[in-house]
């Protein structure tokens, strides 16, 4: 497909802005200090209450619920075990079927998150594979035997610390496990374990859902000789998961099968989309793979340049430029600046020397996002400019997952990210109504100044930032799905570029400190453009192209 044709076939999944909501902290509803469904549903307005011209909602187009499936909460949901219900922690089915009709009512789709990769060890199928050598599930995990002195079978670790495998006393053999040792692998490679998952995916599908964002969507399939991984050569980085070369165990041509399976059941349906984080060295050119060579696996792979990016133009344009080329043909690229594994963008960037201007960076990183080409995702709170509670006393700490050694830094906790949504200033930040009640993680201490009710009435929020560029998005085709282009071929102060279909032109310029030199026209004829979103013009001005800028400006303008 060119891109004219697909100027002609707009998806919603291309050209909305998707919004990821971690569900144990997003709102309560029932006071008991812990997110739920129906926290999610009063809050949906906020999202989008389907009034385009709103001036009180954010505008999003659908949400990605992080897992709400029923589970142990090891990994907060990221370990289930029960596929087809809700966790008690978030409500009922009930509350999910009413969740998806009043957001299909707001016009906002629903994605879920599906962890197929493993299940929890409490899920019934473990327990029984567990049982026994000989039972029906006996071959439903990645279970083998130990080497002859008692060890495990191969070098194979976990991401989260340490071996991958864990001894089971029942079966005296070892189980593999990619993750934690309660988030056991699925052995993909048995046609049983497939068409389980298939059915649990039409059972969501037929319940109405949009779409999946698979989760570790590189591993499900291992090598079936269980072969040693090499060792890298330059073997020094702090997670010894990143010191294998992962032949064996990840991203092997069978997981690429499970992919397009996948994706055959998620075509019978209408307009459904299939996210995937990759979860692989993550490169760019590696991650381009998971489109399939047909345009038959992802819609949307999750690459992660802007999280490893500094907040450095020259650095984040490479970055852009890099996945304009990659992305083939008829495939559709997707960016986000956070989500709950990693610091927030803004607590990654603020320690860089240019970068004390917060609100600057917030509206820089917040206009790139939504202006590249490419589906936009958001993390929850990234709109009022959220940052990391780097606070949280290590007793309060909710994420214990990683194994603590030695020897091995294992990853940080991931709380600092995971923070109450900071809705108002009262009590909890108006995320749980609950007086004496704790939330599930402390909320920021800068909620009395970082929070919806405070933002909504500020016109220069960055909650109204964010509001407006998704909004002008919404309405220009150039910055939908025009072609993107650089002016600046090696960017130092500042960024400019243009996306532009044959109707539309738009000009983005964004200044990355108090430099306020800025020969525009060097780059771009002098023309009259309207101002659409700035920080420092007026929205809806007719101008000329200024040949300075102010410090730390974010300007974009269509060509009149
Ligand atoms: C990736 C998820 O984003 C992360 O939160 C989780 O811990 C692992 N996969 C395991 O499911």
Known sequence: MTR????????????????QIY?????????DGVGDLQGIIKKLDYLNDGNPNSETSLGID??????????PMVDNGYDVSDYYDIS????????????????????IRVILDLVINHTSNRHSWFLESSSSRD??????????????????PNNWLSYFGGTGWTFNEARKQYYYHTFNK????LNWGNPEVKEAIFQMIRFWLDKGVDGFRLDASSVYSKDKYYRYNPVKFDANDNNKYNNLHHLYDKNLPENHHIIREIRKIIDRYQDRVLIGETFIDSTIYESVIFYGINNDELHLPFTF???????????????????????????????FLDNHDIPRHLSRWVECSLCTNQLGIAQAAAAILLTVRGTPILYYGQELGMVDNQDIPPEKIQDKIVVRSETEDSPESRDGARTPMQWNDSVNAGFSFGKDIEPWLPVHKNYPEVNVAKELKDRDSIFNFYRQLIKVRKNSEALRLGSWKTLIHYPYEHLAYVRETTDEKVLIIINFSYEKDFEIDEYIARENWQVLVSNVLEAGKIIDLPSTLQPFEVSVLRKE
Request: net charge negative; hydrophobic share 30%; no cysteine.
């Open 4 to 19: 004219d044709t697909q100027l002609n076939s707009e998806k919603w999944w291309q050209t909305g802005v998707i919004y």
């Open 23 to 31: 569900p144990l902290t997003f709102a309560d509803a029932n006071g």
């Open 62 to 71: 659908a949400i990605w619920l992080s897992p709400i499936n029923r589970s």
């Open 88 to 107: 008690d922690t978030f409500g009922t089915l009930e509350d999910f079927e009413m969740l998806l009709a009043e957001s299909h009512q707001r016009g």
């Open 135 to 152: 039972n029906p599930k006996s071959d439903w995990y990645h279970w083998q035997d130990p080497e002859p002195d008692g060890g495990v």
């Open 182 to 185: 309660n988030q056991p692998d």
């Open 305 to 335: 340049e802007f999280p490893f990016s500094p907040w450095y133009p020259g650095y984040l344009q490479q970055e852009i430029a890099k996945k304009e080329l990659v992305t083939p043909s008829g495939a559709w690229a997707s960016y």
